[in-house]
């Protein structure tokens, strides 16, 4: 019986450092799109380094889902329209409102941009919008390119067009990530001020 209580214990213990050590290593993220000549996306997921085996993948090509759809039988529509209640939110969420922004800005901190490489035609169909928006993405594509961010885009004033293709690799903590949001959920049901 006691052995069994330790074997638990010990289950425990090994379980609790697991969670901390996902928590607190980064994870990797590695995210490429295309549409030439097909559209596809894949997402990369890693522990530890982005040389480490992967742990998740997607691949849009793997997981085409089932063109046939279910009729569903239209609900008759009601003439009268409920009448909607107004609840007032309680004192310290309401106070924790202006805190969210920052709390969003915190938490993107947390994540990291290792490469961004994006490479493709774009065009709205009226040259002048085409060039409007050409004009607004210049800085993105003529700032000095380096081999871990390269922005190219072309545009296209003769037809409504979006292709190319996209890569990006980014990492964060988890632990980091989360912290700003805990401090805010804090400080509304624990510690309000």
Known sequence: MLTAIWLIFWLLVGLLVLVAVILLSPIHIKMTASSDPVQKVRVELRLFSARFPRLFAFDSTRHVADDR????????KSKTKPKKKHRKLPRNLSRLIPEIPST???????????????????????PADTGQVFGM?????????????NVMLAPNFNSACAHGNAEAALHFTPIRLSWPALKLAWRAFVWPR
């Open 104 to 126: 969003i800005k915190n938490t993107l901190r947390g994540i990291h941009i290792d490469a961004l490489r994006v490479r493709g035609e774009f065009g709205l169909g009226d």
């Open 137 to 149: 993405l210049a800085p993105l594509i003529y700032i000095p390119q380096n081999p871990k961010f």
């Open 69 to 76: 759809v279910a009729s569903v039988p239209a609900k008759p």
